[in-house]
């Protein structure tokens, strides 16, 4: 009946605003009323026309009011004359300015009052909105791009390489379909050869496992690994997985026969997927046999085996990315030398140099001195409520998931120019331990607590912001302490802890805008709730604040809607392009970072607006210079 009683007063509200607004809207402002109506004279206010009546809070139903006796309809006129009358009277508590006044002809005049910027959005506009979409043209073109190495292959050369062997034709077709689903990869483009010999097309088939393939492939440019590593690995990788017994009986014992009774299952499982010529991984840590162990069912080890080759798969890569860094960093490194040895007085890091060069330790160190500067009375706190952790279990996943999301909020809040006063509370004994167990100095420029947040600061000052909450976040007040609830959204189960809590306790709550300005309702992780409060609150600009919302939101509504509308995908390229989470590399995201709010929106524009790749790149250009 509570949560009726509620629902139902928040309709008649809607109703009792929208009235008031046609009637202000004739004077060209919009009211908001200060005291709330009671319940009871709102549902008693009926609204009368000359032969209808819409009564508020109760359904329509107007034959049963055409019945009425006249008495009735005259005494209910002049109920409404006085509801019209208490209206007139009413306290304005905001008057928008963003509307101007209504002219003699109905019209809306001119109006050269400065407008709200608050909530002012880039949206991209023009007729040829479907022209600036140059993605859809390179994902045609490179559709029909394929690898030079596969276009040196000619019927000859292919006829030659098959010989007397039919079944090395289905080899030959195999190892094409490799290499051009690593030439039209996404990401870096690794160094391939551009032809081959015969010899090296057979040695090359022959080959069983396709990460000996790719390593052969990859040694034609790097000159590394040898064929004899390639061939001792790719012996390996045709065999079954071997787990040394010693480390089996060091880790659980010499008589743990449940132990080797689950490992053993699990090689049985590893073999038969490698049988069935499935991708399966060979590299192991202590802590993968551990997890071995605990498993129960064929499913889990299932999924064990595809993390432990996901794993082995992204350090393979890296080392080929890093044979590639090596290659051009000596051609660059004799560059240098040259160029050292030529020049009478040559500048530059280790050499002739007027800058002095500060290591990571003296930046951290600033960096931390910059935070606790702010723990004294003109600090503004920021709190990472911790104490929800209790209500649901964590496994060591999602653990270690939370404390790096703390690590980056740490870093994030380190690194501007105004720090909040970071408070991390709520936590239990288990936490505090894997917090202290790492380094000590990722938590001296932050207060990390067991206390509650109310037993920091009173009540009244604090505002807990929930996705949950109604209540929008309009402006930064200073005086507020902002409350952050630290939940993992997958454990979450998308309940409404926050604004229960804040309920509970009797505080203040509100969401951050994010459907206003974006057109999203989506949950974020803390470092990124972190990282929006202090751009908004150095800035004022929700806009500007929400560049830290993962570029892969908007990526993903562009791709769901019907019709793929090409706002959306403007929209989704441009935050990509400057959202400080999508650059990997310190110097790009350096400047992305560094980029002011005005800076921000002028190259968004430019980015929407832009028509071909050429001219995205001369923008981009601009941006990192």
């Not at 140059?134 to 030659?160: G, M, N, W, Y």
């Not at 009774?261 to 590299?283: P, S, W």
């Not at 980029?595 to 002028?602: E, F, I, S, V």
């Amino acid at each position: 009946l509570i949560l009726l009683d509620s629902l139902l007063q928040e309709k008649v509200n809607e109703v009792i605003f929208s009235i008031m607004y046609r009637l202000f809207a004739k004077y060209g402002v919009t009211a908001v009323i200060q005291t709330n109506l009671d319940r009871t004279f709102l549902a008693s206010v009926k609204l009368c026309n000359q032969q209808t009546c819409l009564t508020v809070g109760q359904p329509k139903c107007y034959s049963k009011y055409k019945q009425k006796s006249r008495s009735k309809q005259e005494k209910r006129a002049t109920n409404t004359s006085d509801l019209f009358d208490n209206i007139r009277t009413m306290n304005v508590d905001r008057v928008r300015t963003d509307r101007s006044p209504i002219t003699s002809n109905g019209s809306r005049a001119a109006d050269d009052r400065p407008k709200n910027k608050l909530f002012s959005v880039e949206y991209p506009t023009g007729p040829d909105l479907k022209e600036r979409l140059f993605e859809d043209k390179e994902e045609r073109l490179k559709r029909r791009r394929e690898c030079p190495l596969i276009l040196s292959v000619t019927p000859e050369l292919e006829a030659e390489i098959v010989g007397d062997q039919p079944n090395n034709n289905y080899l030959l077709q195999q190892v094409l379909a490799e290499i051009n689903h690593l030439y039209n990869k996404k990401g870096h483009k690794y160094l391939l050869p551009t032809s081959l010999k015969p010899d090296e097309w057979k040695q090359l088939i022959s080959l069983i496992d396709y990460r000996s393939r790719l390593l052969y492939l990859h040694s034609f440019t790097t000159d590394e690994p040898s064929l004899e590593e390639i061939l001792e690995k790719d012996k390996i990788y045709s065999e079954p997985l071997h787990i040394c017994p010693k480390l089996i009986k060091s880790m659980f014992g010499e008589d743990n026969t449940e132990a080797e009774h689950k490992i053993k299952v699990f090689l049985m499982e590893h073999e038969m997927a490698r049988q069935e010529g499935n991708l399966v991984a060979y590299t192991y840590q202590a802590r993968d046999l551990e997890n071995i162990v605990s498993l129960k069912s064929s499913n889990t080890r299932t999924k064990l085996l595809a993390y432990m080759l996901k794993k082995e798969m992204i350090d393979f890569f890296g080392d080929m990315k890093k044979r590639e860094r090596g290659l051009f960093s000596h051609a660059a490194k004799a560059e240098r030398k040259k160029q050292i040895k030529e020049a009478d007085i040559f500048y530059g890091l280790g050499q002739n140099t007027i800058m002095l060069r500060w290591d990571r330790k003296r930046m951290i160190s600033h960096y931390d001195w910059m935070v606790a500067r702010e723990f004294n009375n003109w600090g503004i706190p920021l709190i990472i409520d911790l104490s929800y952790t209790g209500t649901y279990q964590l496994d060591n996943k999602r653990k270690t998931s939370l404390i790096n999301e703390l690590h980056h909020s740490v870093h994030y809040n380190r690194e501007v120019k105004t720090p909040f006063q970071l408070h991390i509370t709520g936590l239990n004994d288990e936490q505090m331990k894997e917090l202290n167990s790492g380094s000590a100095d990722d938590w001296t420029c932050c207060n990390v607590t067991q206390q509650l947040n109310t037993d920091l600061f009173p009540p009244e000052r604090l505002v807990y912001l929930s996705p949950d909450s109604r209540n929008d976040l309009r402006v930064f007040n200073p005086d507020d302490v902002y409350v952050i609830g630290g939940i993992i959204d997958e454990v979450g189960g998308h309940k409404p802890l926050t604004l229960s809590s804040a309920k509970k306790m009797g505080i203040r709550h509100a969401r951050l805008p994010m459907k206003l300005v974006m057109g999203l309702s989506q949950d974020l992780n803390v470092e990124t709730c972190v990282a929006i409060m202090a751009d908004f609150k150095a800035t004022n600009d929700w806009f500007y604040a929400f560049r830290w919302v993962p570029s892969r939101m908007l990526i993903q509504r562009a791709m769901q809607h019907p019709d793929r509308s090409p706002e959306h995908r403007l929209i989704a390229r441009a935050h990509r392009l400057l959202s400080p989470t999508a650059e990997s590399e310190p110097v790009k995201y350096a400047k992305i970072w560094g980029l002011t709010n005005k800076q921000y929106r002028y190259y968004y524009r430019k980015i929407m607006e832009c028509s071909s790749r050429d001219q995205l790149n001369e923008i981009m250009d601009q941006v990192y210079s």
